[in-house]
């Protein structure tokens, strides 16, 4: 009895690990930071605090750090990474910032719609946007 207990845990958690493979990778990250948007990352300088209360629209780093930053930190799938100027200017230059816009609004490849940001106005993704090509 004990013996069968411990075989259909093992099964259990192979079915689960075996799921978890199937799901591609852009999936499974989107999975996992899909309640991040409530969550309060620790900011570098206190900024993001004041900024996502108030109800108005959020600073670009705001949503950057809370929606984007998970792929676009390290560039995971070839993400463009943040204020990376090799990264960006190629795009830029291929499709310009308007369509840049549009392809974070409708999703992009293995970029998901608004960046997983569903309640990201159209003004919001653009100033993540120009907070990640800051400089460039
Ligand atoms: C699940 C991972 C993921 C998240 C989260 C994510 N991105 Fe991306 N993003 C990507 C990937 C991957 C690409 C590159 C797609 C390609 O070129 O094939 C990309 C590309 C882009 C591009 C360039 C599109 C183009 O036309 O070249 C923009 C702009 C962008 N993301 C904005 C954002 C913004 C803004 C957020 C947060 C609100 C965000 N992304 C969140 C994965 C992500």
């Known amino acids: 009895m004990r013996v069968k207990t411990c075989?259909?845990?093992?099964a259990l958690a192979l079915v689960a690990v075996v799921h978890a493979q199937e799901m591609s990778e852009a999936e499974a990250?989107?999975?996992?930071?899909?309640?991040?948007g409530s969550?309060?990352?620790?900011?570098?300088?206190?900024?993001q605090a004041a900024a996502s209360g108030g109800g108005g629209a959020r600073s670009g780093e705001t949503v950057y750090n809370n929606a984007?930053?998970?792929c676009?930190?390290?560039?995971?799938?070839?993400?463009?990474?943040l204020q990376v100027a090799a990264d960006w200017q190629p795009r830029i230059d291929e499709r310009g910032m308007d369509m840049l816009l549009q392809n974070a609004i409708?999703?992009?490849n293995a970029m998901p719609p608004k960046g997983t940001c569903g309640d990201c106005s159209d003004d919001e993704i653009q100033a993540a946007i120009d907070y990640m090509v800051k400089g460039i």
């Open 106 to 108: 409708n999703g992009y």
């Open 39 to 47: 969550l309060h990352m620790a900011g570098e300088d206190g900024q």
């Open 7 to 10: 075989l259909g845990v093992a």
């Open 72 to 81: 676009h930190g390290a560039g995971v799938l070839n993400a463009p990474k």
């Open 68 to 70: 984007c930053v998970a």
């Open 29 to 36: 990250i989107a999975e996992r930071i899909k309640p991040v």
